[in-house]
């Protein structure tokens, strides 16, 4: 194939063959990155071109054009809404030959039978439910929190759900109406060494160790099973009383704990409660039980086994009779994992609800990762839906120049066109459910996606389009099912008008302190931040307040050496000076122009007046990280590293309730006053 009909190919297939760099230099795609890239899209499943999608997205009160030919002026058409009531009528011809559909006004999912065929009308609303909808045309605010970080009496070493409901009960009862957490989505049993909860096994469903054992047992019934496997107080209270979280131990704990109380309690006669909850999650959910136990015995056979496109044929195919054997045979561990996710979601139901019972007027904020770890149960079990053989990432920047690898897949284009974006769906759901927001990462995904092929360096991938329209209105019309509000994190590279396109649909970009800049790089005054975004002070992967201010970030880049490309620790530290003189500008403008000293009590200072800065923003919503209103220094991740820093390991500070404290107790005081009309 010429390089002529390769780059045709590529770009039919959605690739971009050139791409543009933050310094808005050019750079053509190399072949092999196409050729790479076109065996895995070619290789999914597609639509032939005459064919009428399983699903239409369109929006309501807007005319939806069909890709089928128009043989009339006039054909007719059936449509059996979502609430059973039907319509019908007739369609148009569109300007260019095709079937074009009247506005129809009901949003929902309704099926349309026209020209002999059938599909499914997604009738999305114009936008996503807004703050203001939601807190009665009030400036709300709230918190964000890892819950791995929170301490709870017998926590075992790792926060969890009743922790996390705890502490929405404290948020609310200070008048926040939002509690951002971190993800939630499951990740791998048999590998505890994997924590990220950005990297996980399956979106669909629940990190396991987040559960909350004490929301079915009694501490009667937990003590029993600690004594009968003989398991030493010692042991517990070590990693209860650590700084940082010893994930491999811990998550040794807890699963044996569990899975004792699981043998004495469950096993044998399981309640009605989680009998319902395996019907209602249905095949999915059985899958997904299925690849814990599965992963696990493979592993027991060697390392290849933690990947299961390293198993035997039969094994990778999640419908073969080998595995439906496997799943007899060991019926009581695929059980056991089943039980392990209906105790996840009863902990978080519970977390939701305490919420909201408590006043919280959007309540808990999920968190949706980017993508899939393509060694796990979502891609082992819906093979068909993702880029197998493809990772996603970034491309070098002057903070990364040799690009990022994320080692995460991402769904095929041309799989959720063929499968009624089935995938995109219930992953979405997933997120929404018992939530009252999202915080969709990397939310420039929905329109495209740095891929690169298998065994390639990041900086040789290229741009992949998706159906971001269509993907938006999706958005928009789960959205409005679940009555929750969407925030997009559009950090980073973004193409050009996608945060105006975003905006439309009402998902909230993301106003960090530490980017919010004129064009000098002077630090901009709350009153000039987009009145359509979440505001914030920073985010998990950048320092916070105390942190930058001490310059804790610029001591671990050198440390790791990971400071930019001819970039000394002197310059860094020099511009950071000069960078707190423009911060504290802008904070106290008012004030004397000296900035506090860099020690902890004057960083407590500057955290004190960047809460009031961020509540007197813009922004219909104002997140405060817990780590900033407690004012501590270290940030929860420093992107670029699995090892120098501890990341996902940090546990909040033990003792009295965080938000009881002085320090936090004065700083969502300063928050909560600025959030006031003024």
């Known amino acids: 194939m010429d390089d002529r009909t390769l780059r045709a190919r590529a770009s039919q297939a959605g690739l971009a063959t050139a791409w543009r760099d933050a310094r808005g230099v ?87 039978e026209i020209a002999d065929r059938s599909t499914v009308l997604a009738n999305a609303p114009a936008r996503c439910r807004t703050v203001a909808e939601a807190t009665d045309g009030a400036r709300g605010w709230g918190l964000a929190v890892q819950i791995h970080g929170l301490r709870a009496r017998h926590d075992g070493g ?13 948020a609310a009862a200070a008048g926040a109406d939002a509690l951002a957490i971190s993800p939630v989505h499951a990740m791998f049993s048999a590998r505890p060494t994997q924590f990220s909860p950005y990297s996980p096994s399956s979106r669909l469903f629940l990190n396991v160790l987040l559960a909350d054992m004490r929301s079915w047992f009694s501490t009667h019934d937990i003590g029993a099973v600690i004594r009968r496997l003989r398991i030493p107080p010692q042991a517990t209270r070590a990693l209860e009383d650590a700084a940082l979280i010893d994930w491999p131990q811990a998550a040794a704990l807890r699963l044996r704990l569990l899975r004792g109380l699981y043998d004495d309690h469950i096993r044998l006669t399981p309640p009605a409660e989680m009998t319902a909850f395996l019907a209602a999650h249905g095949r999915a959910l059985h899958h997904h039980g299925v690849f814990e136990a599965l992963q696990a015995h493979q592993l027991g056979r060697g390392p290849r086994g933690g990947n299961w496109r390293a198993w035997p044929a039969a094994l990778r195919n999640p419908a073969s009779p080998e595995v439906a054997r496997f799943a007899e045979e060991r019926h009581h561990e695929v059980g056991f994992h089943l039980f392990l996710q209906w105790l ?85 759901r997933a997120a929404l459910t018992r939530q009252g927001g999202v915080r969709i ?55 050009a008008g996608f945060r105006a396109r975003a905006a439309r649909r009402s998902i909230m970009g993301m106003n960090v302190l530490w980017f919010q800049r004129d064009a000098k790089g002077a630090f901009l005054s709350p009153d000039k931040w987009g009145t359509g975004d979440v505001g914030m002070t920073t985010t998990h992967d950048l320092p916070t307040v105390a942190g930058w201010w001490q310059a804790t970030d610029i001591g671990w880049r050198k440390a790791l050496r990971q400071l930019p490309r001819g970039t000394r620790v002197e310059d860094a530290l020099a511009a950071r000076a000069l960078d707190r003189a423009s911060l504290w500008a802008a904070l106290r403008p008012e004030e004397a122009p ?12 500057v955290v004190d007046a960047a ?15 817990l780590e900033d209103a407690l004012g501590l220094p270290e940030q929860p991740n420093l992107p670029g590293t699995t090892s120098g820093h501890p990341n996902w390991q940090q546990r909040y500070p033990a003792g009295p309730p965080l938000l009881a404290r002085p320090d936090a107790a004065r700083r969502l005081d300063l928050l909560r006053t600025a959030r006031k009309p003024a």
Do not use: K
Not at 158 to 170: D, M, N, P, S, W
Not at 445 to 474: C, H, K, N, Q, T
Not at 594 to 605: C, I, L, Q, W
């Open 594 to 605: 000296e900035p506090p000293p860099v020690t902890p009590a004057g960083a407590a200072r």
């Open 158 to 170: 790792i926060g969890h759900f009743g922790a996390l409901a705890e502490l929405a009960r404290q």
């Open 344 to 428: 996840a979601a009863r902990g978080l139901d519970g977390a939701a609800q305490a919420a909201r019972d408590a006043g919280m007027r959007i309540g808990l904020i999920a968190d949706l990762a980017v993508g899939t770890d393509p060694s796990g149960s979502q891609c082992w079990a819906n093979q068909d839906d993702f880029l197998i053989g493809g990772s996603v990432g970034a491309p070098p920047d002057p903070l990364g120049p040799l690009g990022q690898n994320w080692g995460l897949t991402t769904f095929s284009p041309g799989a959720l066109r063929a499968h009624g974006y089935r995938a995109f769906i219930d992953t979405l």
């Open 611 to 625: 809460a009031s800065f961020v509540g007197a923003a813009a922004s219909p919503l104002a997140i405060l990280p």
């Open 441 to 495: 990462d990397h939310v420039m995904g929905l329109e495209r996606l740095w891929v690169i092929p298998e065994g390639a360096s990041a900086a040789d991938g290229a741009y992949l389009s998706f159906p971001g329209r269509d993907l938006m209105r999706l958005v928009a019309l789960e959205s409005h099912r679940h009555q929750a509000v969407v925030i997009g994190e559009d950090l980073g590279t973004v193409p």
């Open 26 to 112: 050019s750079h053509r795609v190399g072949v092999d990155t196409l050729r790479g890239l076109l065996r895995v899209l070619e290789n999914g499943p597609s639509l032939a071109e005459d064919a009428l999608p399983p699903m239409v997205v369109g929006q309501a009160g807007v005319a939806t054009v069909l890709p089928l030919p128009a043989r009339s002026d006039r054909v007719a058409f059936r449509l059996e809404c979502e609430d059973g009531s039907m319509l019908s009528g007739h369609a148009g011809r569109s300007r260019d030959g095709r079937v074009r559909l009247p506005a129809i006004a009901r949003v929902g999912y309704h099926r349309l």
